[in-house]
Each structure stands twice: as structure tokens, then as C-alpha cells.
């Protein structure tokens, strides 16, 4: 049913394309987020692992018919790990994917770079009834050092993310939620303020 739906997308939206700016805006696919649990420590030893557990509902919300319908694609989600370093002027983290075995439990990974940054893409897998997309992967520390992981389009449901971690990394003339790397080539500076994307840990 869904790839009929994104077929009459298609249709619909060529067919808009030769409208005036004024017509209604095409009916959307609303798709849930990942609610992502991952092991509840601040800190952890080289001989440990992290586990991170995604689940995602396998309907998104129609609103042509107004209704949820069954979301039969593969269900993706994007994770960084990033390590702290000494602040500079305009940056206090680097790629810390190396740093990592990642082991895999439930679904498919990949991993990709993306200009200096590295991504781990988890594919999930159905659930036996149908209603939840999940994967589990850990995360083997193979170095020392303060870091965190970053789910794109995630609501991290720990209910302690250690945000104090980041606090020793403070970037001059920014707050101490902010942190900056380099992407493809110029400087990136994200607030984290609020956000629940974001997971924070040691590593002694």
C-alpha cells in the first residue's frame, strides 16, 4: 500500500508542478521517531559494552486518508559517536567511530563517511507482529576518553544523559551545550540545549 501511496505522491506532485503557487500543499507521510535506549552509565572500562536498543512504530500518519497506514520500508536510523578533545577556538570534538568495535544483535548496520565524519546506519528489523521496526547494537570502547552519540531524528529515552560530561569542553564565547567540529572542510556548531538526541559517557 505504501508504494502505491508514494506513486500517486509522485503523480500528484508533476501534475502540481504546472499550478498556480496558490493551490493546496500535497498531503504529507509523517513518519515517527526513533525512541532509542542505550546503557544507563556515565562510565564505562575498555572491557565493556555500550548497547543501544531503537524502536520505531511501523505506521506513519496519511494525511490524505487521515489515518495511520503500514510503513513497509526499511526503517533507518543514523548514529554518530564524537569524541571531546581540548577546545580551540572553534572546536572541542572530533570523529571517534574508529575508537569502537560496534557489534551487531538485532538488524543490519553500514557504515558511511560523510565528508570527516563517520555514520553508523542501523536497518531494523520487523517485529513478529508487525508493529515495531527495532535493532540493537553495542558499541566495544577501544580507547579512553570523554565522548558522546548523536541519533538523528532520535528521542534518547535515558532518563539521565550526562550532559555534565561536556561541561569541561566549553568553547570561548559559547555556551557550555555547544559543540563544534569541522564538516566538509568548514566549522559546524550545534546547540545541544534542550535536545534529546545526544548521549554522553567516559570511557577509563
Same mark, same amino acid.
Given at each position: ?11 500528484? !506532485? ?35 559494552? /555500550?548497547?543501544?536498543?531503537? !524502536? ?17 520500508? #526499511? ?41 570527516? !565524519? ?49 561541561? #569541561?569542553?566549553? /568553547? ?14 568548514? !566549522? ?17
Amino acid at each position: 500500500m505504501f508504494k502505491n501511496i508514494l506513486k500517486l505522491l509522485a503523480s500528484t !506532485t508533476l501534475l502540481m508542478a504546472f499550478q498556480c503557487n496558490n493551490e493546496e500543499p500535497l498531503p504529507t507521510l509523517k513518519i515517527n521517531k526513533y525512541r532509542v535506549n542505550i546503557t544507563g552509565q556515565s562510565s564505562f572500562s575498555i572491557s565493556d559494552t /555500550i548497547w543501544i536498543e531503537g !524502536t520505531v512504530s511501523s505506521k506513519a500518519y496519511y494525511e490524505e486518508i487521515n489515518d495511520s497506514i503500514f510503513f513497509d520500508a #526499511h526503517q533507518e536510523n543514523r548514529l554518530k559517536i564524537m569524541k571531546f578533545i581540548q577546545p580551540t577556538q572553534n572546536v572541542n570534538c572530533i570523529d571517534a567511530r574508529d575508537n569502537f568495535q560496534i557489534i551487531r544483535n538485532v538488524g543490519v548496520i553500514n557504515v558511511d563517511s560523510f565528508c570527516e !565524519t563517520k555514520r553508523i546506519i542501523t536497518y531494523a528489523e520487523i517485529s513478529e507482529d508487525s508493529l515495531f521496526y527495532n535493532y540493537k547494537i553495542g558499541l566495544k570502547p577501544l580507547t579512553q576518553g570523554d565522548f558522546f552519540i548523536y541519533c538523528h531524528e532520535s528521542i534518547i529515552h535515558n532518563e539521565n544523559r550526562n550532559e555534565f560530561i561536556m561541561e #569541561h569542553y566549553r /568553547i570561548d564565547e559559547f555556551s557550555n551545550q555547544t559543540i563544534g567540529f569541522i564538516q566538509c572542510g568548514s !566549522t559546524a556548531w550545534i546547540d545541544t540545549t534542550n535536545s534529546e538526541s545526544y548521549f554522553y559517557f567516559k570511557v577509563e
